[in-house]
């Protein structure tokens, strides 16, 4: 994690990570003010917080209640050398709690990560550079030192080469790129979490068999995503980046709704037009973009290859946002590579939603079989020996298609977790099946998972594949686990070159009467491809143009980044309109408008509606606000200083509402409730002085935002990128 350190007045310290921000000073005899704890301090206070916070994930594991665990960390200085010292972490726990958990509790303090990186040892590497901002060092600790050699099945370079190409690429555009945590809990299995030190949002993970595998996958999946603008795929880009001659990609073309908003007839094709636009119901103004929000510019499309011709066809990037997420793209090597990585992806999670829909029971893999794959015998054997279950099945269908599955049950919780894999390789297919099973998870993370149901809607609503799609945390029937499957177990094997297993994979499509669509980005030196299969990959449904369109951010973004300028005839418009759009009312505004504030802040938290109880406030409709009011309070899932900003309001609104009572009779014991600062805020939002409390103002400049901002500083650096490789305006 990279931590950037401003120096403030005398010797306080500012050190910014992420979204927050942490003060240091020093005590006065130290010539400091007091005015915030040392840097030591918060060493200190690490240690303790991470000791307790292991505490808390062991208790809640296992339901047992902390309020009366309390716990204590002392440093104990050696008189002759103060660097040497004894941390003495002190735990109270009640009677109530057994001597078996007494000691799993003990256990779990000895996890601290902070202690055990203190016990490691970390090494300290001093650098003068000349621009923090512009030193594009990639933070990869784990990088493998040395020039070797190692090859795996399905790529086309060596781990070493691959990891130094990928890193080049990362660092040419400017992006630091530092490792957030590893994960190793049995062999053979290994997961991380990289991300751009400057804008931590934009972030993947990687899994493999090795540290080297898994650090390929990360950074892979890293451009794949960079290339495929995925990092940034419902945010607003800004009004520099949305008025310059291209905003997605220099290939990138712009075409008018007809004069009744019909769909123009150069985007998409007649197969495509069938299955997104059944009833006739899309129109021209649904595949307006949310990252440019220029209407007046038309529909931006994307070029992509028809596969069974070659032909040309545009795709709206709306369209590409709102169905197919980051499912569909991959980078490699070489294009074959990339391709098989992609059409892997995409039958692993077609396969995976029919088996899961159709409540299809699998065939187990014969312990022979997988026999022949000691390395993975042993990650699903050591899982077995924590008190997991595993399952591992064949997912083929009868051996059509080239995809996995292991399958872990956790007694403990009774939950379960379903994980699939694709290659054309059976290994490669099953290995993926088990890395992603653990792909960022600790033991205490397998406890997270529904069990299983014998409701078929559940399983089959839409939302559940959605779920399993973002980290298979959805819905599986109990059906799936009876021992009679439904078809026969293959020992499957779709294997040969990238290019012949590009083909073979291509073909399987074609078969299935499916085309498919490619488009090809080197732009950044890797191949990435981005393939689409209409009626096939998509993970959202298609009915989501008209219903859920992403790009209702349209409706609402400019006003409400506006809201401190809008008059009252202005705000009364936007609660219509919100009020109309029957919006969840649960929904935040950070999903509503795609700009990311920080969540630590009101905005961050902000809510539809609480937004229209702060504009039932500012347009003095106080019963609209009480029932507002009261409806957050039961829902409320806010800050408790928000709580009670609201609590008071409900309290003075109740006050006013009622012609009996008069507010001054209460403010004096208000105050004393609620504080001095909570009750001027809450009568001045009751009264009209003081309009949006908590909400600082902004606008379409996004001045303030300053996550949102690092998001759109990443996405420049792409921008300019790929402007200057085609020789045209930014």
């Known amino acids: 994690m990279e931590i950037k350190v401003n120096y403030l007045d005398n010797l306080r310290l500012e050190a910014k990570f992420d979204d927050f921000t942490v003060i240091s000073d020093q005590p006065i005899r130290y010539k400091g003010d007091g005015s915030a704890p040392g840097p030591f301090d918060y060493f200190l206070a690490s240690s303790a917080m991470c000791a307790a916070y292991f505490v808390k994930v062991y208790c809640n594991a296992r339901d047992i209640p902390t309020e009366n665990i309390r716990l204590a960390h002392n440093n104990i200085v050696d008189p002759e050398n103060r660097y040497k010292q004894i941390f003495k972490i002190q735990i109270e726990l009640p009677e109530s709690i057994s001597d078996k958990d007494r000691e799993g509790i003990l256990r779990s303090i000895d996890r601290c990560t902070v202690k055990k990186v203190v016990q490691t040892g970390p090494e300290f590497q001093l650098e003068v550079v000349e621009n923090l901002d512009e030193d594009a060092q990639a933070l990869l600790l784990g990088e493998p030192q040395g020039e070797g050699s190692t090859w795996i099945e399905g790529k086309d370079l060596p781990l070493e080469q691959t990891i130094a190409n990928m890193t080049k690429i990362l660092a040419d555009l400017g992006m630091k790129i530092e490792i957030a945590s590893w994960r190793n809990i049995v062999p053979h299995v290994w997961s991380l979490h990289i991300r751009d030190a400057a804008s931590p949002m934009c972030f993947t993970n990687g899994k493999g068999a090795t540290k080297e595998s898994a650090l390929c996958s990360a950074l892979g999946e890293f451009i794949e995503r960079l290339s495929c603008n995925f990092f940034y795929n419902d945010q607003f880009f800004g009004e520099e980046i949305a008025n310059s001659d291209f905003v997605h990609y220099p290939n990138e073309r712009w075409f008018q709704p007809g004069p009744n908003d019909e769909l123009p007839d150069e985007i998409l094709d007649d197969h495509t037009r069938e299955i997104y ?65 992609c059409l892997s992806e995409i039958f692993e999670r077609a396969v995976k939603r029919q088996i899961i829909e159709e409540e299809i029971a699998l065939p187990d893999v014969p312990l022979e079989v997988l026999k022949q794959y000691p390395a993975i015998l042993e990650g699903i054997e050591a899982l077995e020996a924590q008190g997991f279950p595993v399952l591992v099945k064949d997912a083929s269908l009868g051996g059509q298609f080239p995809v996995m599955c292991v399958t872990l049950m956790n007694p403990k919780t009774g939950g379960v977790f379903a994980s699939f894999g694709a290659h054309p390789s059976f290994e490669v297919a099953l290995e993926r099946s088990l890395t992603e099973l653990l ?131 202005q705000l009364a418009d936007l609660l219509e309109r919100l009020e109309e759009s029957q919006l969840d009312e649960h929904m935040d505004i950070i999903t509503l408008i795609g700009i990311e504030f920080d969540e630590n802040t009101v905005w961050g938290q902000l809510t539809i509606l609480e937004l229209k109880l702060l504009i039932n406030l500012a347009l003095g409709q106080h019963e609209e606000a009480l029932e507002r009011v009261e409806m957050f309070q039961q829902f409320n899932d806010n800050t408790v200083e928000r709580g009670l900003f609201y609590q008071a309001v409900s309290a003075v609104l109740e006050i006013v509402l009622d012609d009996e009572l008069e507010l001054d009779d209460f403010l004096y014991n208000l105050r004393r409730m609620f504080g001095e600062q909570t009750m001027e805020a809450v009568v001045g939002s009751v009264n009209g002085s003081v309009r949006f409390h908590g909400l600082t103002p902004t606008s379409m400049e996004l001045e303030g935002l300053e996550k949102h901002q690092r998001l759109i500083e990443s996405y420049k650096k792409l921008h300019a990128h790929r402007a200057a490789r085609a020789g045209v305006a930014g």
Not at 301 to 330: A, C, H, K, W
Not at 453 to 461: C, R
Not at 517 to 529: I, K, Q
């Open 439 to 569: 792909q960022g998870r600790s033991f205490e993370g397998l406890n997270d998972f529904m069990p299983p149901t014998f409701s078929s809607l559940a399983v089959t609503e839409p939302n559940n594949f959605v779920e399993h799609f973002i980290d298979s945390s959805g819905l599986i029937s109990w059906r799936f686990f009876s021992s009679k499957a439904d078809v026969e177990f293959v020992e499957w094997d779709f294997s040969g070159s990238n290019e012949e297993e590009a083909a073979g994979l291509f073909g399987i499509l074609e078969e299935l009467g499916k085309e498919a669509y490619m488009a090809v980005h080197e732009d950044l030196g890797a191949p990435v491809c981005r393939i689409l299969v209409p009626d096939f990959s998509e993970v959202y449904p298609v009915e989501d143009l008209i219903w859920d369109n992403t790009n209702q951010a349209l409706e609402y973004r400019e006003d409400i980044l506006n809201l401190h300028r809008l008059n009252d005839d």
């Open 277 to 341: 636009d059944p009833e006739g119901e899309l129109c021209g103004s649904h595949l307006i973009d949310t990252n440019s929000g220029k209407a007046e510019r038309g529909i931006v499309s994307l070029p992509f290859v028809r596969q069974s011709d070659g032909e040309t066809v545009y795709f709206p990037s709306n369209l590409i946002e709102n169905l197919y997420l980051s499912n569909g793209m991959s980078a490699g090597n070489t294009l074959p590579e990339a391709q098989v990585q």
